[in-house]
């Protein structure tokens, strides 16, 4: 069983940064694939970073691409998300998950994950 909390998220202006973080309990953190989504009102949930249980192979939406970089800190049981040049259409409930599968390439599809947190809103104005 893993549990996870996010934190980080807030207010900030168009083209403004944010670093999330998400805290993992249990010591089999570095196992985990771990990955960032978002759901927006009356959106569906997305698909938005993930890196592998390796640290090697990450991913992300081409809606973020270039602005959103994902890391790991096995050390630290933490994921997080570093979020730059933020657009007002970024603004979500952001949940970390964790897929327990050691897949070699990380799923980007969030019925694959095992484990979610209870997400941490972001707010970007314009």
């Known amino acids: 069983q893993v549990q996870l909390v996010e934190s980080g998220g807030g207010l900030v202006q168009a083209g403004g940064s944010l670093r999330l973080s998400c805290a993992a309990s249990g010591r089999t953190f570095s196992r985990y694939a771990m990955g960032w989504f978002r759901q927006a009102p009356g959106k569906e949930r997305e698909f938005v970073a993930v890196?592998?249980?390796?640290?090697?192979?990450?991913s992300y939406a081409d809606s973020v691409k270039g602005r959103f970089t994902i890391s790991r800190d096995n050390a630290k049981n933490t994921v997080y998300l570093q979020m730059n040049y933020l657009k007002p259409e970024d603004t979500a409930v952001y949940y970390c998950?964790?897929?327990?599968?050691?897949?070699?390439?990380?799923?980007?599809?969030?019925?694959?994950?095992?484990?979610w947190g209870q997400g941490t809103q972001v707010t970007v104005s314009s």
């Open positions: 998950a964790a897929d327990d599968s050691r897949t070699v390439v990380p799923a980007t599809a969030g019925y694959k994950y095992d484990y």
């Open positions: 890196i592998g249980w390796t640290a090697v192979i990450t």
